[in-house]
């Protein structure tokens, strides 16, 4: 969401293209053969990965079947240090090794992610504690004022041009779409999302809404365009906030549409609506008390607010491969730490939802429009930058298969409000989605 500063050993962006702590090895390179301890150590790593069926294909040829064969997929791995970076840190090093073109993967792989997810979540529950402390994922990094530009500068500001390849082209939406139907497009869908948050947060002409982390400034658009609301947006994405008000005059919206490049902690004043659509995933849960307050002040007495964030059904820290090299700082809020934001506040909880195969769906259509802009992505960048963001899409679009990822929508109001109404009807009296997109 702003500018920051980006350390030549993190995750590639514009400025940095390269991890040079894992550069394959040069072409035509010659290793040498594996040691039986090698081979050893490799059916070891698989057997504490819950046997996945998954061979390995080793830098010399040689193959290592999975001890319950038939194998689904192979890895092969082009040299003999990618083993040990494997065995070592797993969490860590698969991705840097997928990145770097030193692990390959013949076979789907979000399919192969999905199995490895599901295999590892099983098996997890016999590991030796040193084990699980070795593997362990790290603490996420800070999420402080200044850690956060720095955080989302790293993601959000890899250039508008990027995310327009593969996002939907109607409000440029990097969040869970809504399919009320499984043929709806992607345009359709993120559409309807808007309109499900819309009616969900109950809103009238002439109310006033804030926003926590607007993106491209979606949401505030379709609500002052369709709602007649006022809307004062934060964002701290200077690459974002540039598309959005660009939008908002195109679409002569500036009357109605504040959009403001600052951190959601300076929110002031009071508002008919609070919404934050995946923000929360950035915040820390060492700040979840602060922004409980910031909510419970910034609603009028009869206000309601909506976060909609990816989170888990239990405390679990972030992948340290997606921690580190695309989303620094993320944490996923499991439900009872979700909760808790709304007890610090005294908030009354009106409605949860969870769109988790929602998000698989949005997932696949962005995976699909990616891969058909792949060659165009490594021009822009280069194909170390192509494969993380490959990999990074599949893993999520296997993490929501499997369960490891959820997706909450929240609506919660003012424990003595009593301008609610009875029954949640309404929000589905006609579809959402839009018939012409």
């Known amino acids: 969401m702003a500018q920051g500063s980006v350390r030549k050993t993190d995750y590639p962006d514009k400025e940095t293209k390269t991890n040079v702590l894992s550069l394959p090895l040069n072409a035509g390179q010659v290793d040498r053969e594996p040691h039986n301890y090698e081979r050893w150590l490799l059916t070891k790593l698989m057997r504490m990965a819950g046997s996945p069926p998954i061979r390995f294909r080793l830098w010399n040829g040689d193959v290592i079947e999975p001890e319950r064969p038939p194998a689904r997929f192979t890895l092969h791995l082009r040299d003999h240090k990618a083993l040990y970076s494997l065995v070592a840190n797993p969490n860590l090093a698969f991705g840097d090794l997928y990145s770097a073109g030193r692990l390959d993967v013949e ?14 979540h099983a ?3 016999k590991w030796p504690r040193w084990l699980d402390a070795l593997w362990r994922n ?9 850690e956060a530009k720095e955080n989302i500068h790293h993601h959000y500001d890899l250039g508008n041009e990027f995310y327009q390849l593969w996002l939907d082209q109607a409000e440029m939406q990097y969040t ?4 009320e139907s499984a043929d709806n497009t992607l345009e359709q869908a993120q559409l309807a999302k808007l309109e499900h948050v819309c009616r969900k947060l109950r809103l009238k002409p002439g109310m006033t809404v804030v926003e926590a982390g607007c993106g491209w400034g979606g949401l505030a658009r379709y609500m002052a365009r369709n709602y007649g609301v006022k809307v004062h947006s934060y964002n701290i994405s200077r690459e974002q906030l540039a598309y959005a008000q660009s939008e908002s005059e195109r679409q002569g919206l500036n009357n109605l549409i504040t959009y403001v490049e600052d951190d959601y902690r300076n929110i002031t004043g009071q508002f008919d609506a609070f919404v934050s659509i995946g923000m929360l995933e950035h915040v820390g849960k060492e700040n979840y008390q602060a922004l409980s ?3 419970k002040r910034s609603l009028k007495p009869d206000g309601i607010a909506l976060l909609h964030s990816i989170g888990r059904n239990r405390p679990m820290l ?7 090299r695309i989303f620094p700082g993320a944490y996923p809020p499991s439900i009872g730490e979700f909760m808790a934001i709304c007890e610090h506040g005294d908030f009354s909880v009106l409605d949860v939802e969870n769109l988790r195969l929602h998000y698989a769906q949005t997932l696949n259509h962005w995976t699909e429009r990616f891969e058909a802009n792949a060659e165009h992505v490594t021009a822009m960048y280069d194909e170390h930058f192509t494969r993380a963001w490959r990999l990074y899409l599949a ?5 929501f298969r499997a369960g490891s990822l959820q997706l909450f929508q929240v609506v919660f109001s003012h424990g003595d409000n009593n301008q609610l109404p009875q029954s949640r009807q309404d929000l589905y009296t006609f579809p959402a989605t839009p018939e012409d997109t």
Do not use: F
Not at 107 to 120: F, I, K, Q
Not at 176 to 179: E, H, R
Not at 395 to 399: D, H, K, L, P, R
């Open 107 to 120: 076979g789907d792989l979000p399919d192969l992610m999905e199995s490895l997810y599901r295999s590892v």
């Open 395 to 399: 893993g999520s679009v296997a993490a």
């Open 176 to 179: 869970c779409a809504y399919y």
């Open 138 to 146: 790290h603490t996420p990094r800070s999420t402080g004022i200044a």
């Open 318 to 324: 972030m992948n340290a491969w997606i921690e580190k």
């Open 123 to 125: 098996a997890r529950q």
């Open 293 to 295: 307050e910031l909510i």
